[in-house]
């Protein structure tokens, strides 16, 4: 099994006291909608807000081993704040990922309606250490008569993954409370993390998620009750959190077996050394705003 740690506690004190050495960092912050948290204000102004998310990403900087990536999940309407966030904070652009998310766009009175999240993908220094090129199998659109023998690449454009959507059509994957509603509306889906772990990560790398992580991860959660709904989801797999269910998604990848690293096999059955758990491939339904 993975080597996993959450840290309960605010995410700027807790990066300042961590000694490892970070290879990948995915950040989905909260986004500063005036939201309803526990332990966060969600209303800060701007400036406040941006100098933070500054302050966050130096410190990551400063921990990632030469090489090392992050994905900063963001917005659409906040793209260029969080490109020279990066870019200030030492950061090297490799990709603006759109995540085009597979559901209704929320209607607007006069513009276009919404429909995707920006991810930024970059690097400590030029090029990243670590970068798998990714083959998918999706499916096919309706005037095709033949299939993707060898599958097709991953590219900047994610319209392959769908949001977790409220209320019932949320599906399996989605964790409720035991009165049956979400405990955490903005989750984040299994298949989106990892794809990016999968993208930018190998066996024994060490991952953050200062709102948490997979491979041998460190993860950062202020909210004590988010704390222990992820260390619950870890123990207790469930199937719709298998990331097994996506193996022959990505059955064209050259190396594909290197770092899957359980060859299809259910967790279950596996055992020593690292195993991508399905675990934090979910950011928010248990991980939410790291901030105070």
């Known amino acids: 099994m993975s080597n996993y740690k959450i840290y309960e506690g605010n995410c700027i004190n807790i990066l300042s006291a961590i000694e490892n050495r970070i290879d990948l960092t995915f950040l989905d912050p909260p986004f500063n909608q005036n939201k309803e948290y526990k332990l966060h204000n969600d209303n800060l102004s701007d400036e406040d807000y941006w100098q933070l998310m500054f302050d966050v990403c130096k410190k990551i900087y400063e921990l990632t081993s030469n090489g090392g990536s992050i994905y900063f999940m963001q917005r659409e309407k906040n793209t260029e704040y969080v490109l020279k966030c990066l870019r200030e904070s030492g950061w090297t652009l490799q990709n603006l990922i759109i995540w085009k998310k597979k559901t209704s766009a929320v209607p607007c009175s006069n513009k276009y309606g919404k429909h995707y999240q920006i991810i930024a993908f970059a690097s400590k220094g030029d090029r990243p250490k670590t970068f798998n090129k990714l083959r998918i199998s999706p499916p096919l659109p309706p005037n095709y008569k033949n299939g993707y023998e060898n599958g097709i690449y991953v590219t900047d454009v994610w319209d392959d993954i769908r949001e977790l959507t409220s209320g019932y ?26 794809r990016i772990i999968l993208s930018s990560s ?26 222990k709904c992820i260390n619950n989801r870890i123990k207790n797999i469930r199937e ?17 077996n290197d770092i899957w690293n359980n060859n299809g096999l259910t967790l279950a059955n596996k055992n020593k050394k690292q195993t991508l758990l399905p675990l934090e491939l979910h950011k928010r339904a248990g991980i939410q705003p790291l901030f105070q």
Do not use: M, W
């Open 240 to 256: 719709s959190d298998n990331i097994n269910n996506y193996y022959t998604y990505y059955i064209h990848t050259e190396n594909l």
């Open 169 to 194: 059509f949320a599906g399996d994957e989605a964790i409720r409370s035991k009165n049956g509603n979400r405990f955490h509306k903005q989750q984040s889906p299994v298949h989106l993390l990892l």
């Open 202 to 227: 190998n066996i024994g790398d060490t991952i953050l998620d200062p709102f948490a992580g997979t491979r041998n991860s460190v993860g950062i959660e202020i909210d004590p009750d988010n704390a």
